[in-house]
């Protein structure tokens, strides 16, 4: 497949119909400026993605390894939304070589609404088909001075409820619970209120023997006993 003249021009005209200059200047200033969009909401993108992927299909693992880049490297965010959603829809999580692509995908064009939206479709369940590799990257990740490696560290578990591998997740915060970064402190405490709803015991007694921020503490106790 020639990915520009096969997919992403396509793709790039179908956007460029729906282009709302109004919409686009107000999710801009959502992001605090620094990306552009064509203005298109949710709801109405994922309707003109799955019209797209129906009518060109899903690409192959070859093609899709050279387009997610390209397609990450486009101006309008909606790109970067296209790219996720399509790498989860060809469950680009279930190749052991993924995770190189995928950390970048955190590591560049970063914010919270790629980079979450990464962790809980592509970082979760590469872990869960991959464990064995789980340990090793989430204590490189913690580790990184850039801060949405370890946010996503600390946060890809939140769904796995049951299959949280609780030391780990204790562990990872207690290396971080000392952060200044807003993102890492909201991280930490999304992720102790996410595990807190099948193991809320747990949750409440490591907040209480750790040193955190309130803003970690406040998150993490919210729905525990009166917390609000």
């Known amino acids: 497949m020639e990915i520009f003249e096969g997919y992403i021009y ?7 119909k729906q282009r709302n200059t109004t919409y686009a200047q107000a999710m801009s200033q959502y992001m605090r400026n620094q990306f552009d969009f064509f203005g298109i909401k949710h709801p109405q993108r994922r309707i003109l993605d799955r019209q797209f ?5 899903l690409p192959e693992k070859a093609d899709l390894e050279r387009m997610l880049p390209e397609l990450w490297q486009q101006t309008e965010r909606e790109f970067q939304y296209f790219a996720i ?18 950390e970048k995908m955190i ?54 409820k049951k299959l949280t591998d609780q030391k780990l997740l204790f562990d990872l915060i207690r290396l971080r619970t000392d952060s200044k970064e807003f993102f890492i402190q909201k991280g930490i405490g999304w992720a102790l209120r996410e595990y807190a709803y099948t193991n809320p015991e747990a949750v409440q007694d490591f907040v209480s ?10 998150e993490a106790l919210k729905h525990i006993g009166g917390n609000n």
């Open 10 to 16: 396509p793709l790039a005209e179908r956007y460029q």
């Open 85 to 102: 959603d399509l790498a989860v829809s060809c469950n680009y999580y279930r190749q052991e070589s993924s995770l190189k692509l995928i």
């Open 53 to 57: 992927v129906r009518e060109y299909g």
């Open 107 to 160: 590591v560049q064009r970063s914010w919270w609404d790629t980079v979450d939206a990464v962790s809980s479709g592509l970082v979760a369940p590469y872990f869960r088909y991959f464990p064995e590799k789980m340990h090793d990257i989430a204590y490189q990740w913690i580790a990184s001075e850039n801060i949405w490696l370890p946010r996503v560290a600390i946060t890809f578990q939140r769904k796995y």
């Open 209 to 218: 023997t750790q040193s955190m921020s309130n803003l970690s503490k406040r």
